[in-house]
């Protein structure tokens, strides 16, 4: 198909001082868990970023000099000569897609740990390192250790002019730099012309963008990536005073303008908590102060929003992390005119996840992501079949969808069998819940994908049996049958039955009743969570809502726990607070009367009565897996029906996250016909 020509705009070249950029698609940086460690899972992840369409395709923070290790995060690293080779695959890689390669230098100043170089951190004033309680201060910097960070960032831009970048980013976001810590009121104390006024506070940015434009401004462009908004009221930069003075007072100092909110936790909200464009209230006076081209975030996925903000003068430049990695083709889809083949992020921050566990990035809607490299998988190639059998795939949740679309685009004849009338097994059940409702953009791109496909049948209302498969006579069957919450409050502190919560219990519920609309009607409820991501944060805040007195018990430090791993943590106990939900961490529950809970202390055991008219048990799953246990205990049935392989994949064979499930649909239909082995299965990096 060939674009509409509305969208001629954002293919429009838009030069940034001495380079062009092809058009208005930029790909702002983002961590991705390979950094310096996996150079080469790096450098093809972003190579398939400018192979999608991508004008510019930039790095993670890259740190410049040993004082600001971030170990034992895994970012860039720039420290001298040495670190310019693995970098340099990068920029060749993405140049042969005809895009230009940014790199975002980086001194985490009072936010790095030091942990791997033991130097000591740097700060504008001595202050306690903020990093998860890391026992270490930061020392205040004197005149001569400014004038060194001046000399090592301008090494590192000259080091990375050599690596073949063509924009190189001052950084001051995020609260996680240098510069910004010197803007920063509460950070700078300093009594000398880096301190006091915002001039003085703003001049170690002013000195960083000449010493960038002096050493490398005549072949690169200098960027910089700036917090307008802290979203900390009267203690922090805000978008509406010290914020638009910044861009005011160094306004055509830089080629370009990467503006965005504080912490990351702001930048990067959550579907949950922020809609597509959330940034634009706070960013869209930057233009008015300067003439030098504008890029923002905000999750855009809509061609038509991203329009929006080019027609309306908001942004220069469509900024996009998460709309890149769920689909690093994005522009090219916009360019062709296959706009329905967009794969949008679906804003749930798992990608995320990856930077806060030190293990290459990975992506709830594209199951590729990471794995560019050392799985050689491709988001929008596939290799086609190998033989003709054709697949009975059970189960239309998030992963036989995914099997399914993979199969079907490998050309094999597949039909997907699911029990109930609406596709997208648990992603549509839970994508109802408050916040989540983005969350069913996995289903929907693979279903549109799949009614495109010839070669795929859908049965819908077609709840499949042992006996069904074994006469429906497709020689390859996968399972694709899912999962159900338990009700018996097993989960990680129980690893037995909690007695109360026996099955036939009316006053005990789980995720899975509350999501059928079968939900205690009024009263107390207490909602148990072991299992500790999203959901039994959402059940406790959809119970609250229909006006229940909710008590949420966790035996972890805190509600929804792991989701300090998305972001998003702080703004879901903040919310249930907010809500008058009752958050009693560190408390396991051990028994239930139908009447009163007994909870007790995870550290002194000492129990507590808490009187609760119902429980909802949010603790852990069972797969549904007895589809897979009745075939594989009848082999001869099997072989006499003709089927030669037969497969569990997803939940039903070990419950885990939507990402999950999605990985291991592409994984099995890219896999499925490769010679079994024991090797590892990837490529690994030997250093
Ligand atoms: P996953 O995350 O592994 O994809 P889900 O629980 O989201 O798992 O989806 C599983 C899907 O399988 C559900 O939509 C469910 O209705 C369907 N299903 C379960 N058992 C059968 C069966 N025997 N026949 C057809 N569909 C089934
Ligand atoms: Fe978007 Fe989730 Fe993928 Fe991140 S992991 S890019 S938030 S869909």
């Given at each position: 198909?060939?674009?509409?020509?509305?969208?001629?705009?954002?293919?429009?070249?838009?030069?940034?001082?001495?380079?062009?950029?092809?058009?208005?698609?930029?790909?702002?940086?983002?961590?991705?868990?390979?950094?310096?460690?996996?150079?080469?899972?790096?450098?093809?992840?972003r190579a398939v970023k400018a192979e999608g369409g991508w004008a510019v395709v930039s790095t993670e923070e890259v740190e410049i000099h040993p004082s600001s290790d971030v170990a034992p995060f895994i970012e860039g690293r720039l420290w001298d000569d040495s670190d310019v080779p693995a970098l340099e695959l990068l920029t060749q890689a993405v140049h042969r897609h005809g895009a230009l390669a940014?790199?975002?230098?980086?001194?985490?100043?009072?936010?790095?740990?030091?942990?791997?170089?033991?130097?000591?951190?740097?700060?504008?004033?001595?202050?306690?390192?903020?990093?998860?309680?890391?026992?270490?201060?930061?020392?205040?910097?004197?005149?001569?250790?400014?004038?060194?960070?001046?000399?090592?960032?301008?090494?590192?831009?000259?080091?990375?002019?050599?690596?073949?970048?063509?924009?190189?980013?001052?950084?001051?976001?995020?609260?996680?730099?240098?510069?910004?810590?010197?803007?920063?009121?509460?950070?700078?104390?300093?009594?000398?012309?880096?301190?006091?006024?915002?001039?003085?506070?703003?001049?170690?940015?002013?000195?960083?963008?000449?010493?960038?434009?002096?050493?490398?401004?005549?072949?690169?462009?200098?960027?910089?990536?700036?917090?307008?908004?802290?979203?900390?009221?009267?203690?922090?930069?805000?978008?509406?005073?010290?914020?638009?003075?910044?861009?005011?007072?160094?306004?055509?100092?830089?080629?370009?303008?990467?503006?965005?909110?504080?912490?990351?936790?702001?930048?990067?909200?959550?579907?949950?908590?922020?809609?597509?464009?959330?940034?634009?209230?706070?960013?869209?006076?930057?233009?008015?102060?300067?003439?030098?081209?504008?890029?923002?975030?905000?999750?855009?996925?809509?061609?038509?929003?991203?329009?929006?903000?080019?027609?309306?003068?908001?942004?220069?430049?469509?900024?996009?992390?998460?709309?890149?990695?769920?689909?690093?083709?994005?522009?090219?889809?916009?360019?062709?005119?296959?706009?329905?083949?967009?794969?949008?992020?679906?804003?749930?921050?798992?990608?995320?996840?990856?930077?806060?566990?030190?293990?290459?990035?990975?992506?709830?809607?594209?199951?590729?992501?990471?794995?560019?490299?050392?799985?050689?998988?491709?988001?929008?190639?596939?290799?086609?079949?190998?033989?003709?059998?054709?697949?009975?795939?059970?189960?239309?949740?998030?992963?036989?969808?995914?099997?399914?679309?993979?199969?079907?685009?490998?050309?094999?004849?597949?039909?997907?069998?699911?029990?109930?009338?609406?596709?997208?097994?648990?992603?549509?059940?839970?994508?109802?819940?408050?916040?989540?409702?983005?969350?069913?953009?996995?289903?929907?791109?693979?279903?549109?994908?799949?009614?495109?496909?010839?070669?795929?049948?859908?049965?819908?209302?077609?709840?499949?049996?042992?006996?069904?498969?074994?006469?429906?006579?497709?020689?390859?069957?996968?399972?694709?049958?899912?999962?159900?919450?338990?009700?018996?409050?097993?989960?990680?502190?129980?690893?037995?039955?909690?007695?109360?919560?026996?099955?036939?219990?009316?006053?005990?519920?789980?995720?899975?009743?509350?999501?059928?609309?079968?939900?205690?009607?009024?009263?107390?409820?207490?909602?148990?969570?072991?299992?500790?991501?999203?959901?039994?944060?959402?059940?406790?805040?959809?119970?609250?809502?229909?006006?229940?007195?909710?008590?949420?018990?966790?035996?972890?430090?805190?509600?929804?726990?792991?989701?300090?791993?998305?972001?998003?943590?702080?703004?879901?106990?903040?919310?249930?607070?907010?809500?008058?939900?009752?958050?009693?961490?560190?408390?396991?529950?051990?028994?239930?009367?139908?009447?009163?809970?007994?909870?007790?202390?995870?550290?002194?055991?000492?129990?507590?009565?808490?009187?609760?008219?119902?429980?909802?048990?949010?603790?852990?799953?069972?797969?549904?897996?007895?589809?897979?246990?009745?075939?594989?205990?009848?082999?001869?049935?099997?072989?006499?029906?003709?089927?030669?392989?037969?497969?569990?994949?997803?939940?039903?064979?070990?419950?885990?996250?939507?990402?999950?499930?999605?990985?291991?649909?592409?994984?099995?239909?890219?896999?499925?016909?490769?010679?079994?082995?024991?090797?590892?299965?990837?490529?690994?990096?030997?250093?």
């Open positions: 198909m060939a674009r509409d020509p509305r969208f001629d705009i954002l293919f429009e070249p838009v030069k940034i001082g001495p380079v062009v950029a092809r058009n208005r698609f930029f790909q702002v940086p983002h961590c991705n868990g390979m950094g310096y460690a996996r150079p080469r899972a790096h450098a093809a992840m940014a790199i975002e230098l980086a001194h985490a100043g009072m936010n790095a740990s030091n942990l791997y170089s033991r130097e000591v951190a740097l700060a504008p004033s001595a202050i306690a390192s903020p990093a998860n309680y890391y026992p270490a201060q930061a020392r205040a910097m004197s005149k001569s250790d400014i004038l060194a960070f001046r000399r090592w960032h301008r090494q590192a831009a000259l080091r990375a002019r050599r690596a073949g970048f063509d924009v190189i980013y001052v950084y001051a976001a995020h609260s996680l730099s240098l510069p910004m810590h010197f803007l920063q009121r509460r950070h700078n104390e300093r009594t000398d012309e880096y301190g006091g006024s915002l001039v003085n506070r703003a001049r170690l940015l002013r000195e960083l963008i000449e010493d960038t434009k002096e050493a490398v401004g005549a072949h690169c462009a200098v960027a910089v990536r700036f917090a307008v908004e802290e979203l900390r009221g009267a203690d922090g930069i805000a978008a509406g005073e010290e914020g638009r003075e910044v861009i005011a007072l160094l306004a055509e100092l830089p080629d370009l303008w990467d503006v965005t909110l504080s912490d990351w936790s702001h930048d990067s909200q959550t579907s949950r908590f922020a809609a597509e464009g959330y940034q634009e209230e706070f960013v869209r006076f930057v233009k008015s102060v300067t003439r030098k081209p504008v890029v923002g975030v905000g999750r855009f996925t809509s061609p038509d929003a991203m329009l929006s903000q080019i027609r309306r003068g908001v942004l220069d430049f469509i900024g996009a992390a998460r709309p890149s990695i769920a689909d690093p083709f994005l522009p090219r889809k916009i360019e062709r005119g296959d706009i329905d083949d967009i794969r949008e992020c679906i804003g749930c921050n798992i990608c995320v996840s990856g930077d806060f566990t030190m293990t290459p990035i990975r992506c709830t809607q594209n199951p590729t992501m990471g794995e560019e490299w050392r799985r050689g998988w491709h988001p929008e190639r596939v290799a086609p079949r190998t033989g003709d059998d054709a697949f009975l795939v059970v189960g239309a949740g998030p992963a036989g969808l995914e099997c399914a679309r993979i199969l079907g685009q490998r050309g094999h004849r597949v039909h997907l069998a699911e029990a109930r009338t609406q596709l997208g097994g648990r992603v549509t059940r839970e994508s109802r819940l408050p916040g989540l409702a983005s969350w069913a953009r996995v289903r929907d791109y693979r279903v549109s994908q799949l009614e495109r496909m010839p070669e795929v049948d859908i049965l819908r209302g077609s709840r499949v049996s042992a006996q069904d498969v074994l006469e429906f006579g497709a020689p390859r069957v996968v399972l694709a049958t899912g999962a159900r919450w338990r009700r018996d409050g097993v989960g990680r502190a129980n690893r037995r039955p909690i007695p109360g919560l026996e099955p036939g219990a009316g006053c005990v519920f789980t995720p899975d009743d509350v999501m059928d609309e079968s939900l205690p009607a009024r009263g107390t409820a207490i909602v148990f969570d072991d299992d500790h991501y999203y959901i039994g944060g959402i059940v406790a805040e959809l119970l609250r809502a229909r006006g229940l007195e909710v008590t949420l018990v966790t035996p972890a430090e805190r509600a929804s726990a792991w989701t300090v791993n998305t972001l998003e943590q702080h703004a879901i106990q903040r919310q249930l607070l907010e809500l008058g939900v009752i958050v009693m961490a560190n408390h396991n529950l051990v028994e239930f009367d139908g009447a009163q809970a007994t909870l007790e202390c995870v550290y002194t055991g000492r129990r507590t009565p808490l009187a609760a008219q119902s429980i909802v048990s949010v603790t852990s799953r069972l797969a549904n897996d007895d589809l897979a246990v009745a075939l594989a205990a009848s082999p001869d049935a099997l072989r006499a029906a003709g089927v030669v392989s037969l497969a569990a994949i997803g939940d039903c064979w070990a419950p885990g996250t939507i990402a999950a499930a999605v990985y291991a649909g592409h994984r099995h239909a890219r896999e499925f016909d490769r010679a079994p082995s024991d090797a590892v299965g990837f490529e690994r990096e030997a250093i």
